[in-house]
Every structure is written in structure tokens, then in C-alpha cells.
């Protein structure tokens, strides 16, 4: 295919992809921003009024770069886990399959279509941001390249989910026994300066601490992590599971017989 | 003539060591409307699936129009289109969004994709149901919209997987008028189907695959043309009181009125109505017991069954 083909294939992807979690935009895009409201008027109102300030900034200002961050890295997560297995198990994929559609194209899509609505539903719980605190942007690039980057890398690590998933409580399982807690754990809500010496070692395994602290301080202007070595990070894994998404594709592994 | 789908020493071995292909070879030339038969579970499916990328082979060469599906994958695609036996669109999208879509993924541009799904929704009468999702249609619209979607890119070599399965006979019949449409518009055909009669109407040339190896590669005509037998069931006008008996012919009573007889070819059926004449039995109708091919086909996979057992 040349490239204009690949560009009308990629594009076609994309735009079904983004088709799809708008029709059911009840599903994908209503409850983050109800839960997230729920966050600022609970931890961010009524708790965070109590609590002062965290980072040198009211608690509210300072947990809303932690829950856009939540809210991308979770969407953009089970957009492409619940689509590629919804793909998968009505066996539409093979639409995909019998086309000449290359596979970098394929994983392209998907991961551009996830990214999409992870960006979307940050930039919705932004918006709802705005009525509890006021946001200044410390550092536009540090902000924008890190929600993005942080974007494509769990939308990779949902499309590999989903090639493994045979159910759907496989479906499930990673989202809810690893992502969550990792993302509450990775100082959605607190400083890990707070935490004792060990545990602050501990937070540090925690990939997800250098995403929220990176946007954090593409915000806030402050962090707990180098920013530097949080962008080499998430670009490593990003090439990472890259890669082993498309030996994934390449081999078939269950999406072939 | 240019060969639209070459296999060659083709095998599938599945991960539970099931051996479903046992090393076939099989041409289809271009135009050809060419029926692959088989009983279930027979390597059929496995074919297809291996030809259409679907299914993983273990070894052998499988070109398509000349394009090799190792070397080179995306050409010999271009050149396919599939309709396979279960529905395999996105129940919850639009009819004309899934052909469109589908179109997408052949480098189509949006503005084309349209005209064309336009065209072949037309034709197949979906056009009226383009905005319905797709789980809305009845089986019969399914199927036909599995066939506008794998027509959208105007192949060149057509797979159809039991395209008429469930369909009425009235639908079925217009879609075999719409296969031989195409087909004479210079569309390669591959069909596979349990209707039999299908096969024999449709097809010029036929495979029959049966444990993974095939047992037949030959022209229809050719084909049934080795059937030295037909049964045909004869009403009667009248109860027999006795069952006739005539050399060369079986002849077994079915209730008082009808009788079903196996005719040899070499004898035809002039000495069997010249002789129930001589007996004062009126034949009032005639028809055939099963269709010539599924004799043949029954005979041939038995014949086959027996020789894997010996």
C-alpha cells in the first residue's frame, strides 16, 4: 500500500474508533466526569479544606493535575482493551485481518483512537476543574508532551490486554488489580515526601508517580521525581510495549488461528 | 489463462496436533466459478482461512493471482474479498458504516467508499436499510450485507463460506443470480456450501476436500458424469398389489402407491416405463430422489471414509 492508502486506512481506524466511544459516550465519557466531580467536591472541597496545603498549594490545585492524569491514563487504558476485545469477540476483526491493512497501521489506529479518548475525557474533567480551582499552566510543552506520551503508552498497554483476553473478566482484572491501585498509589492525592523513607523508596518502583508528577509539574511547577528521567521513562516503555504489541500482531497471537 | 488461486502442498497442523490439511494442491483459474466441497469439519474452512489470512498454515505455498502470501501479503489482498460463514461485522454499527469502513481499510478514500457502498447495497436491496444498525436485519440481510462488504474494493477473486446458509429459497435464488452476475462480469468465485444443488447450478469446476486431503479436483460435467446410478421416486396412479420386478433395476416400494427405483445410467429409463405400462401401472409424476451431486458427493466421501479405515 502506498502511502496515501495507509493514510485513508489509518484514518479509518481512527475515526471508528472515536465513532464508537461517542455513540456510546454515556458509557466512556459521562461517568469519569461524574466520578471526578465527585473527587473535587469530597477530597478536593470538603476534606481538602481541612487538609491544607500539599506541595505548597492549596490541596485542591494541587490533586487536579493527579486526577486529569487518573482520568487519561484509565480511558485511554479501556478504550482500547474493551474495543480490540469487543473486536476480537464478534470476530470484526477479521475484517481487519482480511484486508491489507499492515499491522503497525492496525496498532496505530487503535492506540491513536484510545489516546483520543483519553485526551478527551482529560480535557472534559479539566474543564469541570475550572469550576473548583483556577489552573495556570506552569510549562506548556512539559504538560502537553507528557499527557500525550502518557496517553499512547496506556492505550498500548490496554491494546496488549486485550490480544491476551479471553474473557471478559480479562478484561477487568489488570484495570482493576493493577491500574487502580498503582494510580492511587502514584501521588494522585499526596506527596510521597510525606511517606517514610522506605516507602518513598517503594513509590519510586511505581511507574505511575513519574506520569502524575511529571503533568504535576508541567501545571504546578512541582514535583517529586526528575523530570528528565520521567520522560525517558515513559518513552522506553512506550517503545517497549511498541514492540511487543507488534511481535503480538505479527505472530497472530490470538486474533489468529 | 491466469491462475486466480494457486495452493501447493498446503498443511495445517492446530496446536492440539490435529492434522486438518494433509498437504493439498488445488488451482482455480481466473473467471471460474469454482465450488469447494467437503463434510464438516473436512479442512474446508481451514482453507479459506488460510487463503484469506485468517488461520496461521503450517507449510506450503498459497498464491493469489500470482502474489505470494509470504512475500507479498498486501497485493495478493487487494485482490480478495471474503464473505465467511458467521457473521463477523460490529452488530451495533450502521449498514452503510460498515461497508464504508471497509472500504477505508483498502486505502479508499471516504468520498469513493460511499459511491461504491451505495452501489453494492443497491444491488443486493440494502440500500434501504443503510442507516438501521446491522443487528436489526434478518439473517437473510445479513448475509447479503457480508457481500456488499467484501464486494466494496471490487476484487478480483471472491470467497463465499456457505453464503446461503438459512436463507429462504426465494433470497437464495436471487443471490445465486447475483453471484453469476458478477461471475460473468469476470469476478472469480469460490463457493463453499451444503446445498448441493447450489454447487451443481453455479459451478463449473469443483474440489472435494475430505479429511484434510482433496478427493476430487475436476469439472462439474466431468463429475457427474461418473454418477452411473440416479433414483428416482415414481407415484402411481393406482395401489400395486405386487412390487414389479425388472433385471438391471432395484425397485423398492416407499407406501402402496409409490415406488422408488434405482435407474442405471447404461439402461436409462424408456425400458422401466415401457415395462410398468406392460404391468397397468399409470405413472403420474417423477422426480429425483436426492440431487446428482449429493449422490455423488455421499458416494465419494463414503468411498473415501472406507479406505481410511482399511
Redo the contacts between chains.
Keep these: ?2 502511502t ?3 493514510w ?2 489509518f ?3 481512527v ?2 474508533e472515536i ?1 464508537r466511544f461517542t ?1 456510546i459516550w454515556v458509557q466512556t465519557l459521562l461517568p469519569p466526569a461524574i466520578t471526578m466531580t465527585l473527587y473535587f467536591i469530597i477530597f478536593g472541597n470538603l476534606i481538602g479544606s481541612r487538609i491544607g496545603d500539599m506541595g505548597g498549594f492549596d490541596y485542591m490545585e494541587y490533586i487536579v493535575p493527579g486526577l486529569i492524569m487518573m482520568s487519561v491514563i484509565t480511558n485511554s487504558y479501556g478504550n482500547v482493551v474493551s474495543s480490540f476485545f ?2 476480537k469477540f ?3 476483526i ?9 499491522n503497525w497501521v492496525i496498532l496505530a489506529g487503535y492506540v491513536i483512537g484510545g489516546a483520543s479518548r483519553g485526551l478527551g475525557v482529560g480535557f472534559i474533567v479539566t474543564l469541570l476543574s475550572l469550576f473548583f480551582t483556577d489552573l495556570q499552566i506552569h510549562h506548556l510543552f512539559v504538560t502537553i508532551a507528557v499527557v500525550l506520551l502518557t496517553a499512547i503508552l496506556f492505550a498500548l498497554g490496554g491494546f496488549i490486554n486485550a490480544v491476551y483476553a479471553k474473557t471478559f473478566d480479562d478484561i477487568a482484572i489488570v484495570p482493576t488489580f493493577i491500574l487502580t491501585p498503582l494510580t492511587y498509589l502514584g501521588g494522585v492525592f499526596y506527596s510521597i515526601q510525606l511517606l517514610p523513607g522506605f516507602w518513598q523508596g517503594v513509590s519510586q518502583l511505581n511507574p505511575i508517580l513519574y506520569m502524575v508528577n511529571s503533568f504535576r509539574y508541567g501545571i504546578l511547577g512541582v514535583s517529586d521525581i526528575n523530570i528528565g528521567f520521567a520522560f525517558a521513562m515513559i518513552i522506553g516503555f512506550i517503545v517497549l510495549l511498541g514492540g511487543y504489541a507488534m511481535h503480538l500482531l505479527n505472530t ?1 497471537k490470538g486474533i ?2 | 489463462m491466469t491462475t486466480a488461486l494457486s495452493i501447493q502442498d498446503l498443511r495445517k497442523v ?1 496446536g492440539n496436533s490435529f492434522e486438518a490439511l494433509k498437504g493439498i494442491t488445488l488451482d482455480v483459474q481466473q473467471g471460474d466459478f469454482f465450488a469447494l466441497l467437503g463434510p464438516n469439519g473436512a479442512g474446508k474452512s481451514t482453507t479459506l ?1 488460510i487463503v ?5 498454515k503450517t507449510s506450503g505455498k498459497v498464491k493469489v493471482f500470482g502474489y505470494d502470501l509470504d512475500t507479498q ?3 495478493a ?2 485482490c ?1 474479498g ?1 464473505v ?1 460463514q ?1 457473521f ?5 454499527e450502521k449498514v452503510l ?1 460498515i461497508v464504508v ?2 472500504a ?6 471516504r468520498k469513493q467508499a460511499t459511491e461504491r457502498a451505495e452501489t453494492y447495497l443497491r444491488k443486493l436491496g440494502l440500500w434501504d436499510k443503510r442507516n438501521e444498525r446491522a443487528r436489526m436485519l434478518s439473517g437473510g440481510m445479513k448475509r447479503r450485507l457480508m457481500i456488499a ?1 467484501a464486494l466494496v474494493h471490487e476484487p478480483k477473486l471472491l470467497i463465499l463460506d456457505e453464503p446461503t446458509a438459512g436463507v429462504d429459497i426465494e433470497l437464495r435464488r436471487s443471490m445465486w443470480d447475483f453471484l453469476t452476475e458478477i461471475n460473468a462480469a469476470g469476478t472469480t468465485i469460490i463457493l463453499t456450501t451444503h446445498y448441493l444443488e447450489e454447487a451443481e447450478s453455479l459451478c463449473r469446476n469443483i474440489a472435494i476436500i475430505d479429511h484434510g486431503s482433496i478427493i476430487q479436483d475436476t469439472s462439474m460435467k466431468a463429475l457427474l458424469q461418473k454418477l452411473d446410478t440416479e433414483t428416482f421416486i415414481l407415484d402411481l396412479k393406482d395401489d400395486f398389489t405386487e412390487l414389479p420386478e425388472l433385471n438391471g433395476y432395484v425397485i423398492r416400494p416407499r407406501d402402496a402407491h409409490t415406488l422408488e427405483v434405482d435407474v442405471p445410467k447404461s439402461q436409462g429409463l424408456n425400458e422401466l416405463f415401457k415395462f410398468l405400462a406392460e404391468q397397468g401401472m399409470e405413472v403420474t409424476s417423477m422426480r429425483n430422489k436426492a440431487n446428482r451431486l449429493e449422490e455423488l458427493f455421499v458416494s465419494l466421501v463414503d468411498k473415501n471414509l472406507k479406505q481410511e479405515r482399511a
Design positions: 500500500m502506498n496515501r492508502l495507509l485513508t486506512a484514518v479509518t481506524i475515526v471508528k465513532r455513540r469487543g473486536t464478534q470476530r470484526n477479521e475484517e481487519l485481518l482480511v484486508s491489507p491493512v499492515p497472530g489468529r488461528e | 492446530y482461512g484469506s489470512s485468517l488461520v496461521n501479503l498486501a497485493q489482498k487487494q480478495l471474503v465467511p458467521e463477523n461485522f460490529n452488530p451495533f458504516d469502513t471497509q477505508g481499510y483498502y486505502g479508499i478514500p462488504r
